[in-house]
């Protein structure tokens, strides 16, 4: 029997994790994968344009759920995927990152009872099996939604598929340790740029903006506790602003973050900013690769920049990717002016050298079809 996996995307974030995947799974022969679009992302630019550049092939689901608050949008993916299920039967839900996409069909997963069981690696199951691709990151901060979520993927999978060395330790505390559940594979997000940058190279992002051959910092900025209150943002850009006499700031608007400005009345300096809508996948690494420092609340930032090896300052006060700190490009400063400053710098001074953590070498999705291939080998 060829067991089927539902692989879940639904927000900008994930969809540079699951290119890589559904890559690989072209290549299985225990188990077909199917690709299901919640729609938390909509928009042509957040969502359409990576589809394009990273060839993942159309949804062969679509949820089409749209924005909403966390408690309206978790609940109607839940609501929506539920069908989806009894229609398809799956074997595994294969979930990534962190999104609200991600707990709603974790968790659906969990409970849903298949009409036959099945049998794979861990026995006979009447459920699919839930696996969650970016295990085993935690920030600590449950003022943070998508914490709470990382916890809760990780407390109801199955197969648990870690990025960060330090996601083993970390779900052995929490008391997830069995080996044949946890797998340290590296990181997929790396192998979409590592196959992506060539390509990225040959963009046009740097001539179009006129930073070609010049120094520039590239600012992203869309967390709720940065940019929800206006008080809290304006201090940033005050901050940000400073930096920009330092050096030229690219900053990419996220819609959260450009409805904010629009509501606070915002105007940034031209001569200090370029306010520019959100790049496709492409321009922005090669934006990314090119830049003397990147200032961002971002979680998947921390981890280009590292692989890039350029200077990345974090905007909070914590980061769920400790190894970009131990092993990369990234210092975690905070929204503090002074600190801010001092990160500048220490990054404009070259003294931060480049490194790469283990297993963020490209194959972290072939490693992953390859213990799904054992798991549903019994199937
Ligand atoms: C979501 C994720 C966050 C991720 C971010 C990347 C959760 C809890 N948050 O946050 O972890 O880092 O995506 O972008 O899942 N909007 C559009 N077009 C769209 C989608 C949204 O304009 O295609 C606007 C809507 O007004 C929406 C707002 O952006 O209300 C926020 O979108 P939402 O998906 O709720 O959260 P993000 O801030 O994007």
């Avoid at 790049?279 to 090119?290: E, M, R, S």
Wanted: proline residues 6%; glycine residues 8%; aromatic residues 6%.
């Amino acid at each position: 029997m060829v067991a089927k996996v539902l692989c879940v995307a639904g927000a900008r974030p994930n969809f540079m994790k699951i290119a890589p995947l559904l890559a690989a799974f072209r290549d299985a022969t225990r188990f077909q994968a199917r690709l299901v679009h919640t729609g938390q992302h909509y928009d042509a630019k957040l969502s359409g344009i990576f589809f394009d550049e990273l060839g993942i092939p159309r949804p062969d689901i679509e949820l089409g759920v749209g924005s909403g608050s966390h408690a309206q949008q978790t609940a109607s993916i839940m609501a929506s995927f539920e069908p989806v299920l009894d229609a398809e039967q799956p074997e595994g839900v294969l979930v990534v990152g962190d999104v609200n996409s991600t707990i709603a069909c974790a968790l659906v997963a969990a409970k849903f009872r298949l009409q036959r069981p099945f049998r794979c690696s861990v026995g006979e199951r009447a459920r699919p099996l839930v696996i969650h691709v970016e295990a085993g990151l935690r920030s600590h901060d449950d003022d943070m939604p998508e914490e709470v979520n990382r916890k809760l993927v990780d407390a109801i999978s199955d197969l648990l598929f870690v990025s960060d060395p330090s996601g083993v330790a970390l779900l052995a505390k929490e008391n997830v340790s069995d080996p044949a559940r946890v797998h340290f594979v590296g990181n997929v997000m790396i192998d979409t740029l590592l196959g992506a940058k060539e390509r990225a190279a040959q963009s046009k992002v740097l001539d179009v903006l006129g930073v070609r051959g010049k120094p520039y910092g590239v600012v992203t900025l869309h967390r709720p506790s940065n940019v929800d209150d206006p008080v809290n943002l304006r201090r940033l850009l005050e901050v940000l602003d400073r930096v920009g006499e330092r050096v030229s700031l690219v900053f990419p608007v996220h819609p959260r973050t450009r409805q904010r400005l629009a509501a606070m009345g915002v105007a940034l300096d031209e001569a200090r900013w370029k306010v520019v809508e959100p790049f496709g996948y492409l321009d922005f690494l090669d934006l990314t690769a090119n830049a003397a420092v990147v200032l961002t609340d971002s979680g998947g930032i921390q981890e280009e920049t590292t692989v890039l090896g350029v200077p990345c300052i974090t905007l909070r006060e914590n980061t769920e990717r400790p190894c970009t700190v131990s092993d990369g490009t990234n210092q975690v400063v905070g929204t503090e002016p002074a600190a801010i400053a001092a990160a500048v710098e220490h990054a404009l001074s070259g003294a931060i050298g480049k490194r790469v953590p283990p297993l963020w070498d490209g194959k972290s999705a072939a490693r992953i079809r390859d213990v799904l291939e054992t798991v549903f080998a019994a199937a």
